[in-house]
């Protein structure tokens, strides 16, 4: 099985507009809804000449900007979280804002639905990568706070995942509340590291 393309090639202003437009509506709809013709008419260019900025084609673009997306994000959790001090509240406050200052990542449809539409080895990369951008700054805070003796010993990649699934859903709940979103993320927070049990 040959290894799927790469794109090395520098990126241009006009390369860059098309990386833009792939990452919206891919962002937006998904891997299996987008085109394309979806991408080349938001870009008002013909399809053939997407090529000449990914001769891998959909797939390729789906692959970079879901990678370059990562990486982002990544690089601005640990920013705000180590930019936060060693509260672990604070931390998680400072990461679910600007995880809110983001377009959803919908990571339920990337795991259901775009990654079985790639190639495998593409996808077990994108995976690896979601977990060490998305999970692991938010593990790592956790852990640190246990040993502080600031958390009591909890399985701290768990806790990443209900942190960023819970995050993840208040992009949509706000229509459905009189909360704005920072609001119901410091509730998820505090319900989060105290529980609702009357003590």
């Not at 794109?7 to 919206?24: F, G, K, N």
């Not at 399809?47 to 390729?60: C, D, F, I, V, W």
């Not at 936060?84 to 377009?103: E, I, N």
């Not at 909890?154 to 909360?179: C, D, Q």
Request: with cysteine; hydrophobic share 45%; net charge negative.
């Amino acid at each position: 099985m040959t290894e799927p393309a790469t794109i090395t090639e520098a990126t241009t202003p006009a390369r860059e507009r098309v990386l833009h437009a792939a990452e919206r509506l891919f962002t937006e709809r998904g891997y299996r809804s987008v085109t394309l013709r979806d991408i080349a008419g938001e870009l008002g260019m013909k399809q053939a000449s997407l090529y000449n900025h990914a001769p891998g084609g959909k797939e390729q673009l789906y692959i970079e900007v879901t990678e370059r997306g990562l990486q982002r994000h990544g690089a601005h959790l640990r920013h705000v979280i180590d930019a936060s001090g060693d509260d672990l509240r604070a931390q998680l406050r400072a990461a679910a804002r600007w995880l809110l200052s983001q377009p959803p990542l919908n990571l339920s449809r990337m795991s259901l639905s775009d990654m079985p539409s790639i190639d495998g080895h593409s996808a077990a990369r994108l995976e690896a990568l979601s977990a060490e951008a998305l999970f692991v700054p938010i593990d790592a805070a956790v852990q640190a706070a246990i040993a502080r003796g600031a958390a009591r010993p909890t399985t701290p990649m768990m806790l990443a995942g209900v942190f960023l699934t819970m995050i993840e859903s208040l992009h949509y709940a706000e229509k459905y509340s009189r909360m704005s979103r920072e609001a119901m993320a410091d509730e998820v927070i505090d319900i989060i590291l105290e529980g609702i049990a009357c003590r």
